[in-house]
């Protein structure tokens, strides 16, 4: 009998946090945008990392940082001709330096292009994993 009544509470309870669930979602307002992922949006909070040396102090330098990150971990995922593997040795903020150092000269020919696109463009170039073929000498 204890079971049941026990049973019978719990379907109540997870009907009214159903309940309450969907009456939240219909009373929230419409989801939030997405961030803008252009090089004028994204590059400001890059610039501010750099600054800080990898210390988010913004959101949009956090946005930045983990757009790095993401960008970092499927690096070596993508295909052999466009691939980059970025040693663990250098630190978070020098890359995104580094990322920042490569768009600012032509910063105002790319502003609109998307961030992410760019910043691949500047890994692939600086730290590709295209394997070269060994030479073996002979002796």
Do not use: N
């Not at 929230?28 to 890059?46: I, K, M, Y």
């Not at 499927?74 to 663990?88: K, T, W």
């Amino acid at each position: 009998m204890r079971s049941s009544v026990r049973l019978g509470l719990t379907m109540i309870l997870a009907v009214i946090l159903a309940g309450l669930a969907s009456g939240q979602a219909a009373l929230a307002e419409s989801p939030p945008a997405r961030p803008a992922v252009t090089v004028e949006a994204v590059l400001p909070g890059c610039r501010s990392l750099v600054a800080s040396e990898g210390v988010p102090a913004s959101s949009e330098a956090g946005f930045c940082s983990g757009l790095i990150d993401g960008l970092l971990y499927l690096g070596a995922m993508i295909p052999e001709d466009f691939c980059f593997v970025v040693p663990p040795r250098v630190p978070h903020h020098q890359i995104v330096a580094t990322i920042v150092e490569e768009i600012e000269p032509i910063y105002a020919s790319v502003k609109q292009q998307h961030f992410r696109a760019l910043a691949i463009d500047v890994l692939e170039y600086r730290w590709p994993c295209h394997v070269q073929p060994k030479i073996l000498t002979r002796e």
